[in-house]
DNA sequence: CCACGGAGTGTAGTTTACTTTCGTCGCCCG
DNA sequence: CGGGCGACGAAAGTAAACTACACTCCGTGG
């Protein structure tokens, strides 16, 4: 491979039109005037001179160069590269959603781009004492609890299964009403691991405060402000806007899949040796539930006619 | 030469480094050493002048502008903003793997930058020819049956979840001797849809091939070229690499996650107003399991030394 | 075996783009 | 009401990008 440079040359290209819109209230008038075109034509920017953009905007040359030193830059083409790199990163602002019209190219692109912008935004405001927090409790847990409803019980599933193949005492139970038996039995030294898109699922807030009532941990992965939020004593805070209301929660859904895995992979790691020799096992002991990658080709007997799906 | 994966979906700007590795054996013995060096440094390109890049390939700045235009480009900065654009997504390439020794900011990085990243490739190289087909005969299959075991159970559940809200007659079995009998009951005008990351585990393959046997539709959403993927009448393919050595399929499983979206949205808008219609029933259904957001502040006690996350 | 032609490349010169210098205007403050 | 300061632009200088043309190498046909 090649020289893999830092990821993000100078600062973050992406917000760098927020940065922008940021500094515009400290710019003389003229560049403020730069500024806003930059801000609302930044697709027209990426591709004019310097001498362009200042005839377009109606100030000198000189002054759409200030323009660029004040925000930091050395040179105008710096700008350029910069904006460009601003306006293809993941969904700019627009987080569309999908309209009833859409096709099918545009619902993938649209909802590809949701998912990234929201693991972005995510990732950015992910709270790392919080989650080191979490890791900490589910390290030394006598026993974790995991609640979700609806949507949000795969979640649960999902991390009971991720975390009982870490040799961590994790458990699940199927409906509601063995949950809520279930977050009453537990006690100081266990915790409750609750996932909720909205956080305002009665069912999962109410296990959440039994649980906490017990003297368990409660870690909630959920939308900040919410009740669940509330009762947590640890928030792993995921606040992905979507359009609940007619669709399912999606993006939120990827956004809480990975926090899950950063959950489980910290707590691996911090597991050490022990948590990996786990997760060796468990593995191992499902070999023989795989088809080995020599015989695949031969235990595939291709029937005529299938096999479609690359084609147009 | 190494090979530069496409960081970004779309057509245009993004897949530039892809189209440029594509086309590399079309150009002149010069144009390509060109090429190799903007594949291989990028982000040295992006700040070069066309001077530079010329001495530092070792040849002329004709040669540096017919290999721009080649690429079907009219300008040298429109080859700069491209491979600027290309770069960005986050995700340089370095689809780096946890180690053992990184700390937690480091973890929390490499796993969402591995899903962007994830996500992104598996945009680029949908399928949409598959994923149309595999709309319509969900919106028209009589039964659908839901297949995966170990970690894709819960994409399986999850679909279920998904499609059964849609008014789709959408079933999942628990276990596998289950979902084996009831593959077996499949016919022509179902479908039955499996999810593997490896696409290698026999009892979905298995369950995949009898349900084929039946004459119903086998959508599988797995990684091509693998025994499933053979099995299938339409194959949704993702293909993303991962460490499953170890750790569990984090990745893909988000990959995996919003092609489902894509699969329910689509079918979703496929359907109409009918299907939209039961979305509002089976929201509405479930509008007194959530609290009020007007009631959400006082049903929450707030109790001493909870609340914790936000701090540091 | 040599003349011819075309592909591929480089040299030199022109045009365009970017940057700096410096001077003017207007405004605030003394 | 004039000196100083900040904002701005004109013009000149410098760097970058582009074009025209010439050379070389190699294969082909006379």
Redesign the pocket.
């Known amino acids: 491979m090649s020289s893999v440079p830092s990821p993000r040359p100078h600062d973050a290209p992406d917000r760098f039109l927020e940065r922008l819109a940021a500094r515009r209230a400290h ?7 730069v500024a806003d075109f930059v801000l609302d034509h930044p697709d027209q920017v990426i591709r ?7 005839e377009t905007v ?9 323009f ?2 004040a925000l930091g830059l ?5 700008l ?1 590269l910069l904006v460009g790199q601003s306006i293809v990163s993941g969904t700019p602002y627009v987080h569309a959603d999908v309209e009833p019209d859409d096709d099918l190219g545009t619902i993938i692109t649209k909802l590809f781009d949701s998912s990234v912008y929201v693991l972005n935004t995510v990732h950015a405001s992910l709270d790392r004492a919080a989650m080191a927090a979490a890791v900490d409790r589910l390290a030394t847990a006598r026993r974790i609890d995991c609640f979700g409803t609806g949507a949000a019980s795969v979640l649960a599933i999902e991390a009971q299964q991720k975390l009982m193949r870490l040799g961590v005492p994790t458990v699940i139970y199927a409906d509601t009403h063995l949950q809520r038996m279930a977050a009453a039995t537990l006690g100081p030294g266990d915790v409750a691991l609750c996932f909720s898109h909205t956080g305002a699922v009665l069912d999962t807030v109410k296990m959440a405060r039994k649980a906490a009532e017990t003297g368990a941990t409660v870690v909630a992965v959920t939308r900040p402000g919410t009740p669940l939020a509330a009762a947590a004593d640890i928030l792993l805070a995921v606040d992905a806007r979507e359009n609940t209301e007619v669709y399912a929660p999606m993006t939120s859904r990827v956004a809480h899949a990975v926090v899950l895995d950063v959950l489980a992979t910290a707590l691996a790691l911090r597991l050490g040796e022990s948590g990996l020799a786990r997760l060796r096992e468990v593995k191992d002991s499902l070999a023989d539930l795989r088809i080995p990658p020599e015989e695949a080709d031969e235990t595939a007997p291709r029937r005529p006619g299938r096999g479609r799906g690359t084609g147009a």
């Open positions: 710019l003389s008038p003229s560049e403020r005037r004019m001179s310097i001498a362009k953009l200042a109606g100030v000198s040359e000189p002054t759409v160069l200030r660029v030193r050395q040179r105008y083409p710096e350029k």
